[in-house]
């Protein structure tokens, strides 16, 4: 089963997180099927891909609760 998660990176105390598309069955860190977005944190910043995320949940990908926060925030923000 794919999943929509959070991949972290940056400094120990500093995160920033990638959105990727990667199967349930592999560690939180490892290698990415496809990177559609990213989210900071500490600044807010959010930038995500939906046409790609949409098309991975038709063929059967789940999201997680905070990336299905964070698109809700970025589908306000676009109205």
Known sequence: MLKI???RFGRKKHPSY???????KKPRDGRAIEEVGFYHPIT???QVNLEKIQQ????????TKKVQNIIQ????SNY
């Open 5 to 7: 998660r959070l991949k």
């Open 18 to 24: 990638r959105i990727i598309v990667i199967d349930s």
């Open 44 to 46: 807010n910043q959010m």
């Open 56 to 63: 991975r949940i038709n063929h059967g990908a789940q999201l």
């Open 73 to 76: 925030k970025v589908k306000s």
